[in-house]
């Protein structure tokens, strides 16, 4: 039997996408530090738009959490996932900064938070991920 979630079948929801779009920002940030030379121009960008696309998630509520039926467990699972995404945005808020003040380690060092931001988000808010 194949399992197919129901975003492949209807399109992918508003959360899906903008996810993919704070999911292409972490990598191409993530691929502008393996260089010498890093163009902080461009850095600054990807995390301008990684923190405009997490915002934009803030207020979303993953597929998981809304089928759950209503009670503790579901409210639980909500505040789960708005704390973690404020968590993100003070990563995103951080890597702003560190772009602007050319600051390669720091950025290096919220690269790899933003890696295991997404990788606890997806475990806990994706089946089978």
Not at 21 to 46: H, I
Not at 117 to 129: A, D, L, Y
Request: with cysteine; proline share 3%; aromatic share 6%.
């Amino acid at each position: 039997m194949v399992s197919v979630r129901a975003e492949e079948v209807s399109g992918p929801s508003k959360m899906v996408q903008e996810m993919e779009e704070v999911g292409g920002a972490y990598k191409f940030l993530r691929r502008a530090l393996r260089y010498q030379e890093v163009d902080f121009a461009a850095t600054l960008g990807w995390c301008q738009d990684g923190l405009k696309y997490s915002k934009n998630c803030v207020d979303l509520v993953p597929a998981m959490v809304a089928a759950m039926p209503e009670g503790e467990v579901k409210a639980a699972a909500l505040a789960s996932y708005r704390k973690q995404m404020e968590e993100l945005l003070a990563i995103w808020e951080k890597a702003i900064l560190a772009s602007q003040n050319e600051d390669r380690a720091a950025l290096e060092a919220l690269v790899t938070q933003l890696g295991q931001s997404r990788k606890t988000g997806h475990q806990e808010f994706i089946p089978g991920e």
